[in-house]
């Protein structure tokens, strides 16, 4: 188990349930646009905001954003470590650097003792793409064992100055790279792991490569908070993460919606039927396995296996509740005798 950090209210590691986050896409000086941006964040699930802080304009509205935010915020921050000091004065919940590249110790300890005073942990973001030239010219290219000795090397400028709430990220574009680089991590540190893909794509494709690599990591009991990277809405990335954590059996909070794939069986507006399913329930918090199936080979065996499913015939379905055959309706019921049935749940 790893060791356990507190940004904000929000427990990372150490048995922890895993956290979700996510970064604004708004001007860190619009005030306004990203507050208005982490509630929409927060009502769609996500538990920490990350916000860019480049200069002092920035941090200037960092600190009147955090004065009003209904999430923890984290401060990402390159190069100038009066930055990282100005964010932790001025509300942030934690501080994502990169202490190789804040000016040498003096300026890495200045950081860390204005952490340590304010109990702000610190996120040693490694990034693939941003590897050190010592370490390139080792390895030849970006390699697991090149990110995980980054990472210590990172780790150990804060350990020399005494700091230790520490969560370690080891990010690449690359799934299978990632992911071995996380896996080694596990195996030699205890530090809380925030998991990722960068650099995914569009919402279709990063988050099929998100939920390859850091799904198949939590599903391996690796990783403490997750940050979904899509080129979308940032909301798009907190419900791919709220999906990802429910295929990997750590949530449980909302509906889980199972449906077939349709075939030359299915009779019914399977497809239309799913999909309506999904809209009409996309709200609905009851911690529930909804089944929605196309045929009578294996739709009823489904149905009966979810807490309420439907299983299509010719034109018509069937309703099963706990297992239990509760009525037989003409296709066009089904929805609407689904969606009762689930309100009175």
């Not at 860019?52 to 009003?68: C, E, L, S, Y």
């Not at 990722?196 to 403490?224: F, H, N, P, R």
């Not at 794939?261 to 909804?290: F, S, W, Y």
Request: proline letters at 4%; aromatic letters at 4%; a negative charge.
């Amino acid at each position: 188990m790893t060791r356990q950090i507190n940004a904000g209210g929000v427990r990372i590691g150490g048995g922890a349930p895993v956290s979700i986050q996510s970064m604004l896409n708004t001007a860190t000086t619009d005030v306004e646009g990203s507050l208005a941006q982490i509630a929409a964040l927060k009502a769609a699930g996500c538990e920490l905001a990350r916000l860019a802080v480049p200069d002092q304009a920035a941090a200037k509205g960092f600190a009147a954003i955090a004065a009003r935010s209904p999430l923890p915020l984290v401060a990402d921050i390159h190069f100038d470590y009066r930055l990282a000091i100005a964010a932790a004065e001025g509300g942030a919940a934690k501080i994502r650097i990169n202490p190789g590249n804040i000016g040498g110790e003096a300026h890495v300890r200045a950081v860390a003792d204005c952490c340590r005073a304010h109990h702000i942990p610190i996120r040693i973001g490694v990034n693939g793409g941003s590897l050190e030239k010592s370490l390139l010219e080792k390895y030849g290219h970006p390699t697991p064992e090149a990110l995980v000795e980054s990472a210590f090397s990172h780790i150990r400028m804060l350990e020399d100055v005494g700091f230790g709430d520490i969560c370690v990220s080891m990010k690449s574009s690359n799934v299978p790279l990632m992911m071995q680089a996380y896996r080694l991590m596990h195996e030699r540190s205890d530090y809380p792991l925030h998991v990722g893909v960068t650099e995914t794509g569009t919402e279709y494709m990063g988050t099929i490569k998100s939920a390859m690599g850091i799904g198949g990591l939590l599903c391996l009991g690796i990783g403490d908070t997750i940050r979904v990277s899509l080129t979308a809405d940032p909301v798009r990335e907190v419900v791919a993460a709220k999906a990802i954590l429910k295929a990997a059996g750590l949530r449980k909070q909302g509906v889980n919606l199972i449906s077939c794939p349709t075939c030359g069986r299915t009779k019914i507006d399977l497809i239309g039927l799913a999909n309506r399913v999904q809209e009409a329930l996309q709200d609905c918090d009851k911690e529930l396995t909804v089944a929605v199936m196309g045929c009578v080979v294996n739709g009823p065996g489904e149905a009966r296996e979810a807490d309420i499913g439907i299983a299509g015939g010719d034109g018509c379905g069937v309703l099963f509740v706990h297992g239990e055959l509760k009525e037989k309706l003409p296709y066009d019921e089904l929805l609407p005798a689904l969606l009762r049935y689930i309100d009175a749940m």
